[in-house]
């Protein structure tokens, strides 16, 4: 979207950007009426003649209006003007939880606030018939006096009604936060949102979350199969009594969880008994955009195909070479004229590659002078696993090295991501130390480099497997200029699998098991193996039944 700061929108003066996310922008804006800074959510102008996105917006401006909570991000306001469409809300200095979480547990004090204020709003809402479907650390914004204020139910689905925005089959949701029957595509109900309350609690008193892996659509799978590992493992101090409140609302089967988030506060408070004295939680000193609005920027930019909203991630292994490849093109594009590296640092075909330069997560940087106009910086910071795990973080930086050796990059460094919620800190490392380039990898880090990017605007990003919008013909539109998303093509194989396997067939019937089509990239792949199967027949004169198991849901097509 483009930056519209300085422009008037109705009453509000846009100030300054706060971030983007996949349906909407967010602006600090100035109401010279009430004398007061807003936080905007602004629809881009391309979708404001869609009637299903500007439909969605509208229902949740709608929804927000009608809650009345002091745990729940209120709605001022609502509004249209120079087609684009805006819901404004409070301006809120402090973080959000997300930021506040580290490595370690919470004081229990803390803890026991949180999720009775957080659990409360919940409660209010389920009685609403308002499911959130995102429940997460950075959705729970802290104000100036400590307490949680609950916000974006932009993903919010009304239980009761007829009236439906979201694509029929997609996943909506955060991996590390959602239930097993959310991650399964299935009808939730307000059970879903307890256990992603439960995983908040989890991560609370542990000072993690329950699954880890290396791609987000391998953590829903851990929800939806991995038995639970038991907190005290993390935190040999944990009271019983809180772990059974943990063990229950993290139960895989809905039936086996607390009936309500008000039955779970109820339990965690009996199991925590109140302090005379419970400290607010502290306000963040910095804070990346986004944090400090109505909404963060938590999901990648969904891409409207054929009515199917996804996700943009694909593979592992037989994609290395292709990611090396992206990674290295990427930083030869944005080696500027300026800090050309000098011809005679060319190495030889003979010279060995060069050694990966380790550092721990989020430590200082040691580097040349990256602010040197004379010395090109590159840092890499990977998706959550190591860098020699045979991924895609291992992939993206042997293309990194590939960039130093030959001659484009001056100088290279990657910090390995233990936990998500280290994204926003490990790339600012970088920003922060001069760096001319930052990749990252997986869509995972698609909202904080895209944040980056908006915070550091002389600083090239490139997000492998990541695109921030979609145009209607297919092709990536970043709309932030210094964040470039790179993808697969993946329908292009999927074609030759399909083409062959119609060809080879003598039953005329095949078919291909692609994971989940909440995943773009799987998607894509699928539908290009229906189109090879379909072009195979079309040459040979022959039918060929198509079946494409998605995740858990079987579609047949027959052609």
Known sequence: MEDITGKQLGPYQIVAPLGEGGMAAVYKAYQPSMDRYVALKVLP????????????????????????????LPVFDFGQADDYTFIAMPF????????????????????????????????????????????????????????????????????????HFTTSGAIM????????????????????????????????TTGRTPYNAETPMAVIIKHINDPLPPPHKFNPDLPDAIE?????????????????????????????????????????????????????????????????SKFPVWGIGLLAIIVISIASWGVYKFATPAKTPDATKVPTKTEAPAPIIEIPPATEVTAPDCFSPDVFCVGFV??????????????????????????????????????????????????????????????????????????????????????????????????????????????????LVGALAARMSKSHKIGAVCGTDAVPAVWRFGEGYRAGAKYADDINGTTTSVLVIYHNDVELDKS
Request: aromatic share 8%.
């Open 173 to 204: 949701g955060t991996p590390a936060y959602m239930s097993p029957e959310q991650g399964l595509g299935q009808t939730i109900d307000a059970r879903s949102d307890i256990y992603s309350l439960g995983v908040i609690l989890y991560a609370l």
């Open 45 to 72: 102008r391309r979708f404001a003649s869609d009637p299903q996105f500007t439909g969605r917006f509208q229902q949740e401006a709608k929804v927000l209006a009608k809650l009345q909570h002091p745990h729940i």
């Open 244 to 308: 059974r409140v943990i063990l229950k609302a993290l139960a895989k089967n809905p039936e086996d969880r607390f009936a309500t988030a008000g039955e779970m506060v109820k339990a965690l408070q009996a199991a925590i008994p109140e302090n005379a004295h419970v400290p607010h939680l502290e306000k963040t000193v910095e804070k990346p955009a986004g944090t400090s609005t109505a909404k963060t920027l938590e999901q990648p930019t969904a891409r409207k195909e054929s009515g199917r």
């Open 382 to 495: 990977t998706e959550v696993g190591g860098i020699d795990d045979k991924s895609f973080n291992q992939s993206a930086w042997e293309g990194v090295q590939k960039s130093r050796n030959d001659g484009v990059a001056d100088f290279i460094q990657f910090i390995e991501t233990n936990d998500a919620n280290d994204y926003t800190r490990n790339i600012n490392t970088f920003a922060d130390t001069g760096y001319d380039v930052i990749v990252t990898v997986g869509f995972g880090l698609n909202e904080a480099t895209s944040a980056a990017a908006l915070a550091h605007p002389n600083i090239k990003f490139i997000g492998v497997d990541q695109s921030l919008a979609w145009e209607d013909d297919g092709n990536a539109a970043n709309d932030v200029p210094n964040h470039t998303g790179l993808i697969f093509p993946e329908d292009k194989a999927g074609f």
């Open 92 to 163: 809120i200095e402090g973080g959000t939880l997300a930021r506040l979480m580290q490595d370690k547990p919470f004081p229990l004090e803390q803890t026991r606030k949180i999720i009775s204020q957080v659990g409360d709003a919940l409660d209010y809402a389920h009685a609403h018939g308002l499911i959130h479907r995102d429940v997460k650390p950075s959705n729970v914004l802290i104000d100036e006096r400590g307490n949680c204020l609950l916000m974006d139910f932009g993903l919010a689905k009304i239980v009761e009604g007829s009236i």
